[in-house]
């Protein structure tokens, strides 16, 4: 019995100490720990697009070829862009690996990555990532891109505190907290998410390149003293104060559009932009360019400007985008010189003259206006013109049985454009547009269509013209005598008696006067 006793403590205490042990064995181990026994590439790696880059890397002959792990640990880069990779299954043995990339694909689970702390730039954008808990610990992290993905928890970020470009646009975030104090971050993206607070901002002073489109920001106040920004953007929010961005003075590009502005007055002490872009705003004062003494590029198009003047003195322009405004002189831009391009489209100009001169305008676009008269840009050497859709509608005048206008409608040439069509059956007898109308109509029109060369340009002048005509009909001319006297035909009864009773009066007098004599 005692034997047996031994016996049976001895295997209690062998199971007491195996069950100690067994968890040992069940532990995840880290990938920079983990040992890829000799294997086929194609049984560490699943993924056969993965597989075959391995294969290629390490010169081997087939994916079923074994490798060790010494040979995975000379791979230190990964690059497989657009490659239909959707598992990284086998990444844990790459213990050796400091830039992967692996943009356009498929992915959605970084847990092969977790524990590779030594990689440092790492680009996943467009893919099918939710979880980036796996990055936890990669302080040394550089570059991260994760761009359109479905991110909306970025907290694993706030131990990245050596990030320099971070790339984050097109996913769901709304809290960017964890970005506080990245004292390092020059380029940050977090367009088309749902961010609304950007205080922390202010915590990034050597931020180079900002792109916060698309999300639902009112207040820009943060970024105020980021002396080294170069490029803002901010479209596509619901800004209306930009006065914050005056403290920006190395800023260069600035795009604001379709937010709610309604001026860039606050906009000063900005002597380093070259390029602002306010395109769908509710903008009608435009005072503000003034301030901007390097600006090349203006973009004000779809907004509510109908005065240029102050652009008369911008004279450093060269591109200047216009197109759906309330504009009909340019007579302001006739100073700018240097203007090599101009869109103006969808607005009320009729006059090209002020800008016959501007003899480096290489692209002139004037769709959808009231130009009637095109010979000002035969001089231009232009690589692109657009002079399609115009509409010309010319002062009213009575209307008429018999009508007839002159053709205003010129080419380059300063020739008359025939009419393509005439409303109300009218003709065409140069430089005459002829209608015979039996009855009354509000208007009528006539289309035309030329193709035109200015330079090296090739384009379409087109449009309508268009002749209103009012409702009183101009008296036709008579062929009575100016002494005669129209009396009133009214067919009362009143009115012949009471003729009658005159005329017999009158007669009545001239009788007596006779017999008198």
């Not at 391995?54 to 792990?69: H, Y």
């Not at 990245?160 to 004292?183: E, P």
């Not at 009471?498 to 009545?508: E, H, Q, S």
Request: proline share 5%.
């Amino acid at each position: 019995m005692k034997k047996i006793r031994i016996i049976m403590s001895c295997m209690s205490l062998i199971v007491l100490f195996s069950l100690t042990i067994m968890p040992i064995n069940h532990v995840v181990v880290s990938a920079e720990d983990a040992v890829a026994p000799p294997a086929a590439i194609s049984a560490i790696f699943p993924d056969p697009v993965v597989a075959e880059y391995i294969r290629n890397d390490l010169g081997m002959s087939s994916v079923d070829d074994m490798v060790t792990q010494a040979q995975l640990d000379t791979i230190s880069t990964i690059y497989l862009n657009n490659s239909g990779v959707t598992s990284i299954t086998g990444f844990e043995y790459l213990h050796n690996i400091s830039f992967v990339l692996l943009n356009g694909n498929q992915i959605s689970d970084l847990g092969p990555l977790s524990g590779l702390t030594q990689i440092d730039d790492l680009g996943f954008s467009g893919n099918q990532i939710s979880d980036i808990s796996p990055l936890a610990g990669f302080m040394d992290m550089e570059t991260l891109a994760l761009e359109n993905n479905q991110i909306s928890d970025i907290s694993v970020l706030a131990s990245m505190t050596h990030l320099v470009n971070l790339y984050l646009s097109g996913n769901q975030i709304s809290n960017i907290s964890a970005l506080n104090n990245k004292t390092e971050l020059s380029v940050l993206t977090l367009d088309n998410n749902q961010v609304s607070d950007i205080s922390v901002i202010a915590s990034m002073p050597e931020l180079w390149t900002l792109q916060l489109d698309n999300n639902i920001i009112s207040d820009v106040a943060p970024i105020a003293g980021l002396s080294k920004l170069d490029w803002v953007s901010l479209s596509g929010n619901q800004i209306s104060d930009v006065s914050a961005l005056s403290g920006t003075p190395n800023l260069q590009y600035l795009l604001l559009d379709n937010n709610q502005l309604g001026d860039v007055n606050g906009l000063i002490n900005l002597p380093k932009l070259i390029e602002l872009d306010a395109n769908g705003n509710a903008i009608t004062d435009i005072s503000g360019v003034t301030n901007f003494p390097a600006l090349k590029w203006l973009l004000l198009n779809d907004n509510q400007i109908s005065d240029l003047t102050p652009l008369s003195s911008s004279t450093q322009l060269t591109g200047v985008e216009l197109n759906n405004n309330l504009i009909s002189d340019l007579s302001p831009l006739t100073g700018l010189s240097g203007l090599a391009w101009l869109e103006a489209e969808h607005n009320q100009i009729s006059d090209v003259a002020p800008i016959a001169g501007l003899t480096q305008l290489t692209g002139v676009l004037l769709s959808g206006n009231r130009i009637s008269d095109i010979s000002p840009l035969a001089g231009l050497q232009l690589y692109d013109v657009s002079l399609a859709n115009q509409e010309i509608v010319l002062p009213t005048i009575p209307y008429r049985s018999e009508l007839s206008i002159t053709n205003g409608v010129l080419d380059t040439a300063g020739q008359a454009v025939a009419p393509a069509t005439i409303s109300n059956g009218g003709s065409y007898a140069a430089p005459d547009v002829i209608w015979q109308l039996p009855n009354l109509v509000d208007s009528v029109n006539y289309t035309f269509s030329q193709d035109v060369t200015i330079g090296f340009a090739s384009g379409t002048f087109s449009g309508t013209v268009i002749q209103p005509l009012s409702s009183v009909p101009e008296p036709e001319p008579s062929d009575s005598s100016d002494n005669n006297i129209v009396l009133p035909t009214t067919g009362s009864n009143e009115m012949t008696v009471l003729f009658g009773g005159v005329v017999l009066i009158v007669l009545g007098m001239a009788i007596v006067r006779v017999m008198k004599q």
